[in-house]
């Protein structure tokens, strides 16, 4: 198990702000593939560390869940243990919620077992693809639903987040996903806990697994344009984006990801924009000051930066929290 080395930079209020409660651990997924045991372990010595203000939630399974009773201990000493459950696979729509109710079965036997040790916080799910097919009406009923069956199960406070494919068509889809996810949100006056999201995999083992960056400036320019709320999922252990010969292609950074998030939400940025921001691999077009984000000259306050990482840029997903560090810290920023 790695040990923390923090360094003793002074982190500056606006990085803090962008990066703070950012990195949803999930070390249990490809590529890293640990042991339940490996990584609830890791999970926990990682909250020790100095950078523990980026680390988010534990990413796990519903048949993980189970497994969990013999970290009771662990998760009292790190009350409350921040979890994120994955609930669905993409099924169609006729047998999701059937799929989807023995699973908050299982999140209620497991909250039942520990108590206020443990909050599950959010839920990610696979929109089923027949839905893409319908409407907006036939969307926001579908979130209508899953919230119905999340308050029979006392989950209404949990934040849920459904995947869309970016893929060919997803020009079509994506604005049709996020304008049924706005007027639900809208409908169930949800400003808070219990909101709907969308969910965007924006890497993997494979290069054809990494979306375009003009398809990432999509995701961002529509949710922020809907008022959504979006997180991101695979391919983002590094700030910067770089072409890595390993996989094949160029990688996203979480930087660049989040930063472009800000600035189509402060400055207005357009797709183009947002591209540009995607695909800089320079360390020097950013910076972080006491009171801003600076990219190549353009300024996001503080104030702008907490309000887009609460309201749109919610966090990534990452089979590592040790890589994201360790190149924060390679650039000086940490």
């Known amino acids: 198990m790695a040990d923390s080395q923090t360094s003793s930079k002074v982190v500056t209020p606006s990085l803090e702000l962008l990066l703070s409660d950012i990195i949803d651990y999930a070390g249990t997924f490809p590529p890293a593939v640990l042991s339940l045991d490996t990584a609830v372990e890791l999970y926990c010595a990682y909250l020790g560390w100095g950078e523990a203000w980026m680390l988010g939630r534990f990413v796990c399974l519903p048949a993980h869940l189970g497994a969990f009773d013999e970290y009771h201990d662990l998760f009292e000493k790190n009350a409350p243990f921040r979890v994120s459950v994955l609930v669905g696979d993409g099924r169609p729509a006729n047998t999701f919620f059937e799929y989807l109710e023995r699973h908050l079965d299982a999140i209620d036997a497991f909250r039942e ?27 926001d009923r579908f979130a209508r639903d899953v919230d119905a069956l999340l308050r029979r199960h006392n989950l209404q406070h949990v934040d849920f987040f459904l995947e869309v ?21 809208r409908e169930q006056k949800r400003d808070g806990p219990g909101r709907a999201g969308i969910k965007m995999r924006t890497g993997g083992t494979r290069a054809e697994a990494f979306p375009s960056p003009q398809s990432v400036a999509f995701v961002i320019s529509t949710c922020c344009a809907a008022g959504v709320r979006f997180k991101a999922t695979a391919g983002l ?13 160029s990688m996203h950074g979480f930087l660049n990801v989040f930063a472009a998030s800000v600035f189509a939400s402060v400055n207005s940025a357009d797709e183009d924009q947002l591209v540009a921001i995607l695909t800089d691999e320079a360390p020097s077009s950013f910076s972080f000051t006491d009171d801003a984000l600076i990219w190549q000259g353009k300024r996001a306050g503080t104030e702008s930066i907490a309000r887009v990482r609460r309201d749109l840029a919610v966090s990534f997903g990452s089979c590592s929290f040790e890589e994201p560090v360790q190149d924060l810290r390679q650039l000086g920023l940490i």
């Open 165 to 185: 494919t970016l893929d060919e068509n997803v020009r079509q889809t994506l604005p049709m996903v996020a304008g049924a996810v706005s007027a639900f949100n």
């Open 237 to 249: 252990h590094h700030p910067l984006r770089h072409y890595r010969a390993s996989i094949g292609t």
């Open 113 to 139: 077992r520990h108590r206020e040790s443990v909050y599950v916080e959010t839920l990610e799910m696979s929109l089923p693809g027949d839905l893409l097919s319908t409407d907006v009406i036939t969307i």
